[in-house]
């Protein structure tokens, strides 16, 4: 089991795209891109930890 750590994805941030200049048509498209990506990685028995910076 591997544990894996990501942070702040900027999932369904409608501004993202056009801000930083992301190379998907629109937020949902960069959402399931994302979770794509990071399912190629991540094994059924891996640990997940999706982290947030508190505001």
Same mark, same amino acid.
């Given at each position: +089991?591997? =544990? &894996?750590?990501?942070? @702040?994805? =900027?999932? @369904? =941030?409608?501004?993202?795209?056009?801000?930083?200049? *992301? %190379?998907? #048509?629109?937020?949902? =498209? +960069?959402?399931? /891109? $994302?979770?794509? *990506?990071? &399912?190629?990685? /991540?094994? %059924?028995? @891996? @640990?997940?930890? %999706? $982290?947030? *910076? #508190?505001?």
């Amino acid at each position: +089991m591997a =544990h &894996w750590y990501t942070a @702040d994805l =900027h999932f @369904d =941030h409608d501004s993202i795209v056009s801000n930083a200049a *992301r %190379p998907f #048509r629109d937020t949902s =498209h +960069m959402d399931a /891109v $994302l979770i794509e *990506r990071l &399912w190629e990685k /991540v094994g %059924p028995e @891996d @640990d997940l930890w %999706p $982290l947030k *910076r #508190r505001q």
